[in-house]
């Protein structure tokens, strides 16, 4: 049997080799259905893993909390962040403020500035700063004006000057830059549009909240202590929220960030499912190429197939060698198609800024599906090789 499969498979690649460009064609389909699996699926993984990477740098185990309140009461009180604080497994409690102010630098006014308030607490639990301090505690008394500017705000209003000890006005008050915030160089980043405005610039949250009018905190993260169950941190935050409201509907709303982390693995999951399915269309097209390009080899050959038949060659052995040549060509595309696919993955995380990692199911799925092809749509044309009748076949023109 083994010298059965040897011969089979050399008269193949002959025959193979014997009609170079009608091979490449026929293999084209393979090719670009295994290379779209393989970039796809890769891409894509690339893609949500390092949206995930940012999620969880962000904080596994940090859960929003936006409370509007009611009519009777709006927003969170200090004694109310008090309160969250000593919620069961909540490691710390940092209020954040949004605003969107003017600025003056060096006497040029920037209409379009984004201020974000934030206690020393954001810092404990995010490596954000590139240079310079963060800001500490003792800058949350409200009569601390001190600042942390991002690159944005670098670039429309102190291009050229010495960042770290310049002075920018606020609302009136005159802050001194303390430190620079890192550039944000992540897929989420790039999709920001930062255009719209002329940078950002973080204060103590109680200073934000004077600028915003507001009189109590709406935004706060919440971090959980390690080891805490997420689940029952929400739990917990929402008895005590009840509590606090009353049991007000709408008053405010929790998001936990594990939970989305566990919804993008799903969506990660169906994406690669749905992408892997789109692209083997192009293999099925392909093996329909293998199929017709067999089914003229075959007519093609008919004589030589009638003399092997007629000096004794088994129907077997003649089945075994159109089959062994669908695969080969399958196979030979399969492979083909898996370092294309690769090549343009990888181009496309450089271009995309994203992780690269050769996904090792996609390529199994690319390399087992150009299998599968190549023995179903192979299968028919060798069986109707070995079944002519030699006479008949030594009779056709």
Same mark, same amino acid.
């Given at each position: 049997?083994?010298?059965?499969?040897?011969?089979?498979?050399?008269?193949?690649?002959?025959?193979?080799?014997?009609?170079?460009?009608?091979?490449?064609?026929?293999?084209?389909?393979?090719?670009?259905?295994?290379?779209?699996?393989?970039?796809?699926?890769?891409?894509?993984?690339?893609?949500?893993?390092?949206?995930?990477?940012?999620?969880?740098?962000?904080?596994?185990?940090?859960?929003?909390?936006?409370?509007?309140?009611?009519?009777?009461?709006?927003?969170?009180?200090?004694?109310?962040?008090?309160?969250?604080?000593?919620?069961?497994?909540?490691?710390?409690?940092?209020?954040?403020?949004?605003?969107?102010?003017?600025?003056?630098?060096?006497?040029?006014?920037?209409?379009?500035?984004?201020?974000?308030?934030?206690? /020393?607490?954001?810092?404990?639990?995010? !490596? *954000?700063?590139?240079?310079?301090? @963060?800001? #500490?505690? $003792?800058?949350? +008394?409200?009569?601390?004006?001190?600042?942390?500017?991002?690159?944005?705000?670098?670039?429309?209003?102190?291009?050229?000057?010495?960042?770290?000890?310049?002075?920018?006005?606020?609302?009136?008050?005159?802050?001194?830059?303390?430190?620079?915030?890192?550039?944000?160089?992540?897929?989420?980043?790039?999709?920001?549009?930062?255009?719209?405005?002329?940078?950002?610039?973080?204060?103590?949250?109680?200073?934000?909240?004077?600028?915003?009018? /507001?009189?109590?905190?709406?935004?706060? !993260? *919440?971090?959980?202590?390690?080891? @805490?169950? #997420?689940? $029952?941190?929400? +739990?917990?935050?929402?008895?005590?929220?009840?509590?606090?409201?009353?049991?007000?509907?709408?008053?405010?709303?929790?998001?936990?960030?594990?939970?989305?982390?566990?919804?993008?693995?799903?969506?990660?999951?169906?994406?690669?499912?749905?992408?892997?399915?789109?692209?083997?269309?192009?293999?099925?097209?392909?093996?329909?190429?293998?199929?017709?390009?067999?089914?003229?080899?075959?007519?093609?050959?008919?004589?030589?197939?009638?003399?092997?038949?007629?000096?004794?060659?088994?129907?077997?052995?003649?089945?075994?060698?159109?089959?062994?040549? $669908?695969?080969?060509?399958?196979?030979?595309?399969?492979?083909?198609?898996?370092?294309?696919?690769?090549?343009?993955?990888?181009?496309?995380?450089?271009?995309?800024?994203?992780?690269?990692?050769?996904?090792?199911?996609?390529?199994?799925?690319?390399?087992?599906?150009?299998?599968?092809?190549?023995?179903?749509?192979?299968?028919?044309?060798?069986?109707?090789?070995?079944?002519?009748?030699?006479?008949?076949?030594?009779?056709?023109?």
């Amino acid at each position: 049997m083994g010298g059965l499969f040897g011969q089979s498979f050399k008269m193949s690649i002959k025959n193979i080799r014997s009609n170079k460009m009608r091979s490449f064609l026929t293999m084209l389909g393979i090719i670009i259905g295994v290379g779209a699996v393989i970039a796809l699926i890769t891409i894509v993984q690339g893609v949500t893993d390092s949206i995930m990477n940012e999620f969880t740098g962000l904080g596994a185990g940090t859960i929003s909390v936006s409370a509007p309140g009611t009519a009777l009461k709006s927003g969170l009180t200090e004694a109310d962040l008090e309160t969250l604080k000593n919620v069961p497994g909540v490691k710390a409690v940092n209020p954040t403020v949004s605003v969107m102010t003017s600025a003056v630098a060096d006497g040029e006014v920037y209409d379009k500035v984004s201020i974000d308030g934030e206690s /020393a607490v954001y810092f404990q639990n995010n !490596d *954000v700063i590139e240079s310079g301090q @963060a800001l #500490s505690a $003792a800058d949350m +008394s409200g009569d601390s004006y001190v600042c942390i500017v991002d690159h944005s705000f670098i670039d429309n209003c102190l291009w050229g000057k010495k960042v770290l000890g310049s002075t920018i006005l606020l609302d009136g008050y005159e802050y001194t830059v303390i430190g620079v915030r890192k550039k944000d160089d992540s897929v989420m980043g790039a999709m920001t549009d930062t255009s719209s405005y002329d940078g950002t610039v973080i204060v103590p949250y109680r200073n934000a909240l004077k600028m915003s009018g /507001a009189r109590n905190i709406t935004g706060v !993260d *919440v971090y959980s202590e390690e080891g @805490a169950s #997420s689940d $029952a941190v929400v +739990s917990n935050l929402r008895d005590a929220l009840d509590s606090i409201y009353n049991d007000a509907d709408n008053a405010y709303s929790v998001f936990s960030m594990d939970s989305l982390l566990s919804t993008m693995n799903t969506v990660k999951t169906m994406l690669q499912t749905m992408l892997g399915g789109i692209a083997s269309i192009s293999l099925v097209v392909g093996g329909i190429g293998i199929m017709n390009m067999m089914l003229v080899s075959v007519s093609e050959r008919t004589k030589e197939i009638g003399l092997r038949k007629a000096l004794g060659a088994e129907p077997m052995r003649i089945q075994m060698q159109f089959l062994i040549e $669908a695969v080969v060509l399958s196979v030979f595309g399969g492979i083909i198609g898996v370092i294309i696919g690769e090549i343009v993955a990888y181009v496309g995380a450089v271009m995309l800024k994203t992780t690269y990692s050769a996904s090792v199911s996609a390529i199994m799925l690319g390399l087992g599906f150009s299998l599968a092809v190549g023995i179903v749509f192979g299968w028919a044309p060798a069986r109707r090789a070995s079944r002519l009748n030699p006479i008949d076949a030594l009779r056709a023109e």
